[in-house]
């Protein structure tokens, strides 16, 4: 670094001294000039049980999300929240519907069709 000690370098390029210190010493050691890289790895808690979870999805009746995280916790002890659950699904392409698509009413119409005429309705009623 021309010179300038670990500390010297934090300070003119306004970094963690201990940071300076890191990189200098990994610099020394192997060479190293590329940053690594930062966070968490990218993985889930849920990632090492994939295998049996999809087991139970292949398997009459289709579970819920809750159902999913109360069964990881009874079998294999794991809490889970159900947006881990959902992401873990998710991440594996899975969807889940809350009930399964019914047949359209035969009694009347569910909703107001839109009107085609061009005009816009007059709401009209009691001030």
Do not use: C
């Not at 306004?14 to 050691?29: K, P, Q, S």
């Amino acid at each position: 670094m021309g010179g300038l000690s670990a500390r010297q370098a934090a300070e003119r390029f306004d970094v963690g001294t201990a940071t300076a210190i890191v990189w200098v010493r990994r610099f020394r050691e192997g060479g190293e000039l590329v940053a690594r890289r930062q966070g968490k790895p990218r993985g889930l808690r849920l990632d090492p049980h994939a295998d049996y979870l999809l087991g139970l999805l292949e398997q009459p009746p289709d579970l819920t999300l809750a159902e999913l995280a109360a069964t990881l916790e009874r079998e294999r002890g794991i809490r889970v929240s159900l947006a881990m659950v959902w992401t873990f699904l998710d991440r594996h392409d899975m969807t889940f519907k809350k009930r399964p698509r019914r047949r359209p009413s035969s009694s009347g119409r569910t909703f107001r069709q839109p009107d085609r005429s061009g005009s816009n309705p007059v709401l009209t009623g009691a001030s």
